[in-house]
């Protein structure tokens, strides 16, 4: 089954769903990094920035649930990579250039690039569900969750070799777009059913009762026929 996420109606929705996958674990992983190196000196905010972590995930939540619907999908995910890698630049320079901000303000940005880090990673788990067919639904969303790992992995291999606060948040701030290209080129899947798959035309001799759907076409490539 895996090497049907490779073929040529797969091909250009398997790319763009790894390399999304791969940005959403390095953004994630580097985003609570950098948080923490930001208020290393300071225990205060290290309280503090504990449990705003946890609430940004819980008001992440939030967001995607009123958002996701009426803007759709790939919109929800590009603007929210794209919108957490330009905060987590603004929290990187200001922590490094201007000693003198509040560091209140500080843990807000550092709250708020969490919150919509997590919200895009939400919508892309809802979306991937729906962007792969059933036939290969289990095994494109377990290999993606595998190059994810990778991701992870890999962010925390860069980002602790990295020694300056900004250089992180120029990190972020590129891989952000990046991943917001990606997740931008998956089909929009909002308002369309789940299971859609398209059946090829039954060949000369062969009676319709043998016909078997081709589970491995794209669901954009597609008849009224739900399974």
């Not at 791969?22 to 985003?31: E, Q, R, S, W």
């Not at 860069?158 to 606060?165: G, P, Q």
């Not at 016909?211 to 739900?226: A, E, Y």
Request: charged letters at 10%; glycine letters at 6%.
């Amino acid at each position: 089954q895996i090497f049907n996420l490779f073929s040529s109606g797969w091909m250009k929705i398997t790319a763009s769903l790894f390399a999304t996958y791969f940005g959403k674990a390095f953004l994630d992983h580097g985003t609570v990094s950098m948080a923490v190196s930001v208020f290393s000196n300071d225990e205060r905010q290290q309280d503090y920035q504990a449990l705003f972590s946890a609430s940004s995930e819980f008001m992440g939540l939030i967001l995607v649930y009123f958002v996701i619907d009426r803007v759709g999908r790939a919109a929800t995910q590009c603007f929210a990579y794209a919108f957490g890698g330009v905060i987590c630049l603004a929290l990187s320079l200001l922590a490094d250039y201007d000693p003198s901000t509040n560091p209140n303000l500080l843990l807000m940005l550092a709250f708020m690039a969490h919150l919509f880090i997590n919200s895009a990673t939400t919508a892309t788990w809802i979306a991937t569900t729906e962007v792969l067919a059933t036939a290969i639904r289990t095994t494109g969303h377990g290999t993606a969750h595998a190059i994810a790992r990778i991701g992870g992995a890999f962010s925390t291999y860069v980002l602790a070799r990295t020694y300056s606060i900004p250089t992180v948040g120029l990190i972020l701030f590129v891989t952000s777009l990046w991943t917001a290209s990606a997740s931008s080129n998956l089909p929009e899947t909002n308002v369309k059913e789940m299971g859609v798959v398209h059946y090829p035309t039954r060949r000369r001799g062969t009676s319709k009762a043998k016909q078997r759907p081709n589970h491995s076409s794209t669901p954009w490539q597609q008849d009224d026929t739900v399974i």
